[in-house]
């Protein structure tokens, strides 16, 4: 039986036999974290059969066959932190880095206080347009109160939406620069195609005129 042995270190995506399918993503990246006999774990006082055969329904003369020939227990671990071991049996092939990574990514926006009952959904609204038009991401957002909830007085509550206006009014986000840049355009752009129609038209006024005075001649 021909055994692989990925190096410490190694990392990239693996393929497994079953039962251990069933826990290892064929596109995840996987780093080889540990090589451990199996002598060595039955030295050290652990029962390697009921940690990573009888759970996996693998028949107990596998195990004895392992045992025989000393096969390594590999351990990897996930970029999250996530940690798997699997008898060296069951690994097909060496991790393979070729290929380009993606990662599972959120993005926080903290929106300080903001007065209760707010309505927030043109804003979530945006924020998914935006993502949508930069990276092509549908995207889904849910908004969580990360906090007690706190009382203003009048006053202070009139503060601080005055503040808020404020800002709105005189800081233009890049999201509505972009929008007047792209209605300028599209008025600009009306504007050529009526410019383009209207000389096509003088054309074939000039052309028909042409033909008509070569006609008199």
């Known amino acids: 039986m021909s055994l692989v042995h990925p ?43 009921d940690l990573f055969y009888q759970p996996f329904g693998i028949s107990i003369e596998i195990y004895k066959e392992d045992v025989e020939i000393n096969s390594p227990i590999i351990g990897f671990k996930t970029s999250d932190g996530r940690v798997f071991k699997i008898p060296s049996r069951f690994i097909k092939t060496l991790p393979q880095a070729d290929g380009v990574v993606y990662q599972s990514l959120s993005l926080g926006v903290a929106l300080s206080i903001v007065e209760e009952g707010a309505d927030i959904d043109p804003l979530v609204e945006e924020i ?74 003088q054309n074939r006024e000039i052309n028909a005129l042409k033909e008509e005075l070569k006609n008199k001649a």
């Open 7 to 49: 190096e410490i270190g190694s990392r990239g995506t693996i393929e497994v036999a079953q039962p251990y399918e069933a826990i290892f993503s064929a596109r995840v990246i996987y780093e080889c974290i540990s090589v451990e006999s199996l002598a060595g774990l039955l030295n050290a006082g652990l029962f390697p059969y």
């Open 128 to 201: 998914k347009q935006l993502i949508m038009d930069r990276i092509g991401v549908s995207c889904a957002i849910q908004a969580v109160v990360t906090g007690p909830n706190i009382l203003l007085d009048h006053n202070q509550h009139r503060a601080v939406r005055l503040s808020r206006k404020d800002n709105a009014a005189n800081k233009p986000t890049y999201l509505l620069q972009y929008k007047e840049i792209k209605n300028k355009y599209a008025s600009l752009k009306t504007y050529a195609d009526r410019l383009e129609r209207t000389l096509e038209n």
